[in-house]
């Protein structure tokens, strides 16, 4: 069984996930050494392809659940408001 390209929003979002999350990490930690910067870029990585994993593909989009339409329509429980009589107007 093949396996499914990544969409453009997976892609969009896990790079984005890795370069700010890379930059964040960096800018907390305030790391220099060589072993913590490969520590954050695995991390980061990590953290990417899990956000381009949990992106909802456009395909396997779940149906909703259909419901029996009811036996009769509904009709409006409100009586229609009684006519107003016509007044005249007085010639003045």
Request: proline content about 13%.
């Given at each position: 069984?093949?396996?499914?390209?990544?969409?453009?929003?997976?892609?969009a979002?896990?790079?984005?996930?890795?370069?700010?999350?890379?930059?964040?990490?960096l800018?907390?930690?305030?790391?220099?050494?060589?072993?913590?910067?490969?520590?954050?870029?695995?991390?980061?990585?990590?953290?990417?392809?899990?956000?381009?994993?949990?992106?909802?593909?456009?395909?396997?989009?779940?149906?909703?659940?259909?419901?029996?339409?009811?036996?009769?329509?509904?009709?409006?429980?409100?009586?229609?408001?009684?006519?107003?009589?016509?007044r005249?107007?007085?010639a003045?």
């Amino acid at each position: 069984m093949a396996m499914p390209r990544p969409t453009a929003a997976q892609l969009a979002y896990g790079s984005c996930t890795v370069i700010f999350s890379t930059l964040a990490m960096l800018l907390l930690s305030q790391t220099s050494s060589g072993p913590g910067i490969a520590i954050i870029a695995l991390a980061a990585l990590a953290l990417g392809l899990l956000v381009a994993m949990t992106v909802p593909l456009p395909g396997k989009r779940q149906a909703a659940v259909e419901q029996p339409a009811p036996a009769e329509p509904l009709r409006a429980s409100v009586p229609a408001p009684a006519p107003e009589p016509v007044r005249e107007r007085a010639a003045s």
